[in-house]
């Protein structure tokens, strides 16, 4: 049988083995990470609670010199959730956008400008559902429901 | 329009050609190689980008480059000396005021400010120096507690 050890650890500080690093700002973080030549990406997200998605137009994006790529919903057929409240979960929206924010495209660009500006080129055209903004009004007869897990 | 800008970083004059529209934040990062300095929410709600410019904490991220002509500016990496964490460090670290680490810069030089104006505040006084940062992670109980240690520890001769 294997006897317990005392707890040695328990109500003590035990700082952590990356905080000199963390501190000091020395610690690089992924946007901390600059290579030569490096792109900028920027994502497009709805301004729309709710609504189907009749299209998203990235042409005039895409003719901004500086452009070289925006991919959309129709880029992503696989869903990525680890979670199972997630499992649904596309990475950028396909059919619907199920909240203000939700990432609709995504660019890259040369320089983060470029990728700003290829933004605002972006036209999503949606048709609005109904939005709840309670957990009430989510939870009434006759709501339809964000996702289908 | 670029001009020519000359102030103190970190202890180092410095004269660079700066953009007109290119923020502090991004110059420090970008130009000055300085990446301790976070961008976070980009747009002056989350101070994980704070730096000192004469001592004050200031956003750097709503601080055009261009305005701080003739100032002194501190970031993360000026603190501490030989290898030796400052005050405010060594409290983020053994107080366990840090954990993932995204804010901590910037929490930390708020702190520094503080300390530097006001080397004993009161619980109250550190929460409304610390009112413009937010953390996703620890909470604020270790915060408080890790700059009450930093001014004990400034007290006893530990630069902030």
Redesign the interface.
Known sequence: MNKPLPARNIGTYVPMIDGPEKVSGRAKYTADIVHPGQLAGRIYRSPYSHGEIVAVDVSEALKLPGVLAIVTGADCDKTFGVLPVARSEHPLARDRVRYRGEPVAAVAAVDDATAREALRRIKLTVRELPAYYTAKSALAPGASAASMV | MARLLEFTLNGRDRADAVADNILLLDYL??KAG??????GCDGGECGACTVLIDDRPVLSCLTLAATVQGRRID???S??TGGQ?SAV??G?????G??C??C??GF?MASAGLLRKNPNPSEDEIKEALGSNICRCTGYVKIIEAVQYAAALNAQGVAP
Do not use: A, M, V
């Open positions: 990062r970008e300085l990446t301790g300095t976070k961008t970031t993360i990496e603190l501490g964490l460090q060594r983020f670290h053994e107080k366990l840090s954990q680490g995204y901590t810069p930390i």
